[in-house]
Nanobody, 126 residues
Framework: QVQLVESGGGSVQAGGSLRLSCAAS????????MGWFRQAPGKERERVAG????????YYADSVKGRFTISQDNTQHTLYLQMNSLKPEDSAMYYC???????????????????WGQGTQVTVSS
């Protein structure tokens, strides 16, 4: 089992930046897909960024391409999400997730992920 703890959320004005962190512990070596998901009130949870940890292949939702960057620090077992040029529509609870895919592409469907953090709130004001 893998434990995930997010941090770094907060309130910013539109155009601002935030950096989310996800500290992983436990059997981290068994998880080769990690991702950042978000869920706004009344909306479905969606993946905004993902990474295949073995080779560093990254995935982004069209809505955040060019603004968000997912990265990992394997020595610290930490996943990051750098969010720039934030927009009010980016406001949501952000979650870190992990799963074992044995080299298969990392899925976008949140139901495919085994481990989840508790989430960190991001609020962007106009």
């Amino acid at each position: 089992q893998v434990q995930l703890v997010e941090s770094g959320g907060g309130s910013v004005q539109a155009g601002g930046s935030l950096r989310l962190s996800c500290a992983a512990s436990g059997y981290t070596y068994s998880r080769d897909c990690m991702g950042w998901f978000r869920q706004a009130p009344g909306k479905e949870r969606e993946r905004v960024a993902g990474i295949f940890t073995g080779v560093g292949t990254t995935y982004y939702a069209d809505s955040v391409k060019g603004r968000f960057t997912i990265s990992q620090d394997n020595t610290q077992h930490t996943l990051y999400l750098q969010m720039n040029s934030l927009k009010p529509e980016d406001s949501a609870m952000y979650y870190c997730a992990a799963d074992t895919r044995w080299g298969r592409p990392c899925p976008r469907d949140p139901r495919e992920y085994k481990d989840w953090g508790q989430g960190t709130q991001v609020t962007v004001s106009s």
